[in-house]
């Protein structure tokens, strides 16, 4: 099949992946209704397009940052931090990085990487971003930024919807679990789908391969997995940013925030930003949408401190809604993995242009040569979101 949206990759994501590593890719916490709402609240948005104006060259390049540096990309787009992307394809992580560097984006390494720091930064010379998930044991996040420091990483996304995983019904139904128990089921699974055995199982299960090495671990996935789920620490709070910033100096971001006033709050410590998310739906299943968070929060904050949203972009024309929102980006977390999976290198390749394309058809139709041009004007929203702007305001 020609894929020619993120929807198709996504189809054909699920044709080749077994259904356990599927789910891990696709599912969201218990009844799924925060993931649903992180589409929904797309749609709810609607443009005012404005005619007869010169849109012969379209300009979507962006700047980010402040004082700890600053970053520019082709388009407003990262291409977000997401755990165990070999269970996909071999050398998940470098392939997603080129293909980043390649469309002019950033690409985020999750803590839960199944490639090394020092790997990934050998693969490309494109900008580099560190998620960070804080252990009980703060030497290996210390340990962990060090190596992100000595390769050149600019930006640190420091995670903080996660001090547990969030309810996932879909691993007790395809029986997922770190280390793999080869079940019948299981078996059954993989057996079906021997695309994928050729291309990625035949090489073993995925390592945790970045926390192994910060935490001293060996090769056991058993161990790591240990290591960063039992081990998370849930007594990070906002008064250890500042232990944070000592061993980050450049960029530093905290990701997860999913309200207004914790994005308030986060504008008055030492960071240069939050992203506005709920992981994808997969953590508190009721949690809102980024950019309902976004419609509130961006009246708040002050005008350099940049607000970042992820959570059901498929279409280049959500990107323009949620700049338009007041936005600096958006993170990319499944499209580009449904890319990876569907079809390798190429996959990726293809769905970030599908999205850069679809950004430009958008901006010309809307009548907005310029990307940094965008604001609430640009929108239809309903009644009560222009209401509560106009109190604040
Ligand atoms: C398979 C998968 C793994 C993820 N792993 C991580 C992770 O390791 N660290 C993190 O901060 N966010 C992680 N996320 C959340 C993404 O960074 C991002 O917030 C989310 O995917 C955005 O929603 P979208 O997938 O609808 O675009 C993961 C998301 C997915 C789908």
Redesign the pocket.
């Known amino acids: 099949m020609r894929c020619s949206n993120v929807a198709d990759y996504r189809e054909a994501a699920r044709c080749f992946l077994p259904d356990f590593a599927w789910q ?3 599912g969201g916490a218990e009844d799924q209704l925060t ?1 649903a709402d ?1 589409r929904a609240a797309f749609q709810r948005i609607g443009f005012t397009p404005r005619v007869l104006v010169d849109v012969d060259a379209v300009d979507t390049r962006v700047m980010w940052g402040t004082t700890s540096g600053t970053t520019t990309a082709a388009w407003p787009a990262v291409v ?5 992307n070999g269970l996909y394809r071999p050398h998940a992580e470098e392939t997603l990085a080129r293909a980043a560097h390649a469309r002019g984006l950033p690409f ?1 390494l ?3 990487s199944t490639s090394l720091i020092e790997d990934v930064r050998r693969a490309t010379d494109g900008e580099l971003w560190l ?1 960070l ?1 804080v252990q009980q044991d703060r030497r290996i996040a210390e340990n962990m930024m060090a190596r992100a420091r000595a390769n050149g990483f600019t930006t640190l ?1 420091l ?1 903080v919807d ?1 001090p547990v995983t969030g309810q996932r019904d879909h691993y007790a139904r395809t029986g997922f679990t770190l280390p793999l128990k080869w079940t019948p089921r299981l078996l059954w699974d993989v057996a079906t789908h021997p695309r994928w055995v050729a291309a990625v199982g035949r090489h073993g299960v995925p390592q945790l391969v970045n926390i192994a090495k910060s935490a001293g671990l060996g090769r056991g996935i058993e161990e790591q997995a240990a290591a960063l789920s039992r081990q998370m620490d849930r007594s990070i709070a906002w008064a250890d940013l500042a232990w944070l910033r000592r061993h980050w100096p450049g960029r530093l971001l905290v ?2 925030v999913q309200s207004a006033t914790d994005a308030l709050h986060a504008s008055k410590h030492e960071v240069d930003g939050v ?1 506005l ?6 953590q508190l299943d009721g949690a809102p949408s980024a950019m309902d968070v976004l419609a509130e929060a961006a009246p708040l904050v002050r005008r350099d401190f940049d607000l970042f949203i ?4 498929r279409r280049g024309s959500d990107i323009v809604k949620a700049v338009a929102l007041g936005a600096r980006g958006v ?5 580009p ?1 449904y890319g990876l999976a569907g079809g390798g290198r190429a996959g990726v390749d293809h769905v970030l242009a599908l999205l850069e394309n679809e950004l430009q058809i958008c901006l010309r139709l809307l009548g907005c040569p310029r990307i940094d041009a965008l604001d609430t004007s640009w929108l239809r929203r309903p009644q009560a979101a222009r209401a509560l702007e106009e109190v604040d305001a």
């Not at 992820?310 to 972009?313: E, K, L, W």
């Open positions: 891990y890719l696709e993931m992180n977000g931090p997401t755990g165990l985020a999750s803590t839960a998620q998930y996304l995670t996660t990701k997860g992203v998310s709920n992981h994808g739906g997969r992820d959570g059901g972009v993170l990319l977390g499944r499209a993995l």
